[in-house]
Structures are given as C-alpha cells and as structure tokens.
C-alpha cells in the first residue's frame, strides 16, 4: 500500500482516483472533493477542511481525524467504511452510503447526518445539535449512544439499539421493525405511526408517547409522571409496565399491564374498546 503524509492539499480533487494508499497527517486545506472516486484507503491522524473532502470512495478507514464546520457534506456515496476515535463538527454527513461502522465517534452538528445508509453499525457516538439523523436509513445496529439531536430515527428500518441516552422530539416516526434495550428515550411524541416496535427495560419520558401505532411490545418499561396520553389508537399492544403510567387514551386493542394506572380516557368516537388495561 502506498504512503502519503506530512502533506496539505487544497483546490479541487487534488487527490482524485488514488487506490491503495494509506494517508497520514494530511490537511485538506480548502476547495472541493478533495478525495473523490478513490478505492481502498487508509487515512489516519488528518484534518479536513474543505468542502465534499470524502465522496465515492469504496473500501476505507478513517481513525484519528478531525472534520472542521466548514467540511460540509463531507462523506457522501461512500461504501464499507469504518471510523473510529474521530471528531466531526460539520454537517450533512453520510448520505447515501452501504456498511458503515463508527466507534467512539463525536458528531458535534448532527444536522441531516445518517440520510439512506443501508448497513449502519454504531458504538459509543455521541450526536449533538441539527435535525433529522438516521432519515430513510436501514438495517442499523446501535449499541452506545448518546444523542441531543432532533427528530432522530425517521422513516427507519431494521433497527436494534441498546444503551442509549436519547433527548429529542418525534423519534422513531414512521419506523418499521425496531427494538430498544436499556436507554433512555426523552422526548415528545415517541413513536408515533410506526409499526413493530419492541421496548425492553427502557424509561420513557414526554408527552403522548407510543400513538397511532401497529404493534408494540414493552418489557419492563417505566414512565415519567409526564406520559399523558399514551397509546392513542393504537393496536396490538403487549405492554409490560413497572410502577406507574399517569394516562392511557383510546387504546385500539391489545394488554396493557402496570403497577399503577392514572386516568384512561376513551372519547366518544374512538376504534374500539378491545383494549385490556390491568393493574398488578
């Protein structure tokens, strides 16, 4: 494999078609596409500042580097890549891309990060700030997260997280097929219009959690005092609650089960009363 280091490149794609090459402390200082249409790399202990620096690359591992604001969009159409140890402050990162892997990974503007990844591996990434990462994406396994970032996990398929700290609004819309073990889910309108979804030992926080949903299942879930509402028209629910929830309203069928049940509310006009609501 090929050796480039102790470099600075800027314009644009200084650096177009390389294959087989390992880079080494290098700066991209400005331009655009600085790596571009390259296959089988190697970066580590680099620094990226210019704009679209990493796209259509095949084959590559990034460790030690850092991508500054101004690397907007930076790795985009990029297959089986693997990052690790690396610090991103730009945003509109991986879009459209197939097997990646992250590992201890801070994303400082997580703003439409993660858009149409088919094949996504995460361990200890931290996601700060912006909207809407994980948009469209499949196939994704999570364990270690810690995220502040909006609207996180729309539109998602195929998804498995386990010990996650989420603050957020609207997750989990429109999803399909997700399970979650021991997080934290804090946010308004949990889940909402997705269907198959299994929670498993996590607390849940926020308004009008678990609506309009086909299929959800809870397994030692607890729930802050401020879950109002929950359930709204949705069906074949299996949920498994320790200690209190304060409001259940218009469940469409299903068991509900918890230590302590506030106020269920059925409006006049809702699908159904088939829903079973016990207390232990």
């Given at each position: ?39 089988n790399l190697e970066c580590d202990n680099?620094?990226?500042y210019g704009k679209y620096p990493w ?226």
């Open positions: 494999m090929k050796i480039i280091k102790n470099k600075n490149y800027g314009g644009e794609r200084p650096l177009f078609g390389i294959q087989d090459t390992r880079l080494e402390n290098i700066i991209i200082t400005d331009g655009e596409s600085g790596i571009k249409s390259c296959r680099s620094k990226f796209w259509h690359v095949d084959g590559s591992v990034i460790t030690h580097c850092y991508f500054a604001p101004e690397s907007r969009s930076a790795i985009w159409y990029s297959d089986n890549m693997q990052m690790k140890d690396c610090v991103i402050d730009g945003p509109k990162f991986f879009r459209e891309m197939h097997n990646l892997e992250l590992e201890n990974v801070k994303i400082n503007d997580a703003d439409e990060t993660f858009w149409k990844v088919d094949g996504l591996k995460l361990k200890n990434v931290e996601l700060h700030e912006g909207t809407y990462p994980f948009m469209f994406s499949t196939d994704i396994y999570v364990d270690g997260l810690k995220s502040d970032a909006k609207y996180v996990f729309q539109y998602c398929r195929n998804v498995e997280i386990h010990h996650a700290d989420i603050l957020t609004k609207d997750s989990f819309w429109e999803c399909e097929n997700v399970v979650v073990y021991d997080s934290s889910l804090n946010g308004e309108y949990l889940a909402w219009h997705s269907k198959n979804v299994k929670l498993v030992r996590c607390h849940i926080s926020g308004e009008q959690p678990l609506c309009y949903m086909d299929g959800i299942t809870l397994k030692d879930c607890t729930f802050d005092a401020a879950c109002d509402r929950a359930f709204e028209d949705s069906r074949n629910i299996q949920a498994e609650i320790k200690g209190a929830i304060t409001e259940i309203k218009n469940p469409v069928n299903g068991r509900i089960v918890a230590d302590e049940v506030g106020k269920i509310t059925y409006d006049e006009f809702a699908k159904g009363h088939d829903c079973t609501i016990e207390t232990r």
